[in-house]
């Protein structure tokens, strides 16, 4: 399985999976660069996967559909204004173009829809885990947040990580803020200033690499603990105490 980063937007990346001339993308928020790619590659689309329920991630689909008899997936908890094959936890989607068994995980915090497909040794994650960081809470809790990032931690580390947009380089500028002393950091700072100067995306990433860089996986750690005591002047209770410090942290960085 081949999987290329469509851009779309200002910092978005619709993800695009093919084998032969078929096609799945995910979370296509803009119909314009996905028709452009598969024009460009002479492939059919056949299947449209939806993490979750923000146009940025679903604006095009109504257009592709028009022009592509694809089938669409999305979460049966979210309301979508284009017909969709509602899916949740457990359930698995086998696409046959490529041929490819992926597992639904329910991924709630950034919103409460959300959802990720892994399978094939890759992740795609929507919203909800960035290279080096986390989405936003919009709909749910800190701790749903917490508790679906720690679910995709889990994941086998050779996992490749495939999140909807190019956040990296502001993503690690804070993680050097709370985790100044984590030597891995400046290693991949070096490592994406590299890409991003050469016009390449810094993804995907991976399990291994989110377990040693990302800030908001490492809430066990002194460093990140310190950073949450810094800040509120209280000691975090636990892990999650820590991550909900460290995402309000982030919201004003």
Known sequence: MEVTPIPAFRDNYIWLLQRGGHATVVDPGDAAPVRAALSARNLRLDTILITHHHDDHIGGVADLLQ??????????????????????????????????????????GHTLDHVAYYGADSLFCGDTLFSCGCGRVFEG????????????????????????????????????????DNIN?????????????????????????????????????????????????????DSSAAFCTLRIMKNSF
Not at 142 to 158: F, G, N
Not at 209 to 234: H, M, W, Y
């Open 185 to 237: 950091l400046e290693k991949r700072r070096n490592e994406v200033e590299r890409l991003r100067s050469e016009g390449k995306p810094s993804l995907p990433s991976s399990i291994a690499l989110e377990l040693t860089t990302n800030p908001f996986l490492r809430c066990d750690s002194p460093a990140i603990q310190s950073a949450a005591k810094a800040q509120t002047g209280v000691t975090p209770t």
């Open 141 to 180: 809790t800190c701790q749903q947040l917490y508790h679906s990032l720690q679910r995709l931690a889990s994941l086998p580390p050779v996992t490749k990580v495939y999140c909807a947009h190019e956040y990296t380089l502001d993503n690690l500028l804070f993680a050097l803020k709370v985790d100044p």
């Open 67 to 108: 022009e592509f008899p694809a089938t669409v997936y999305a979460s049966r908890s979210g309301r979508y204004p284009f017909p969709h094959h509602g899916v949740g936890e457990g359930d698995t989607i086998t696409l046959d173009h490529p041929h490819t068994r992926l597992q639904v995980m329910e991924t709630p």
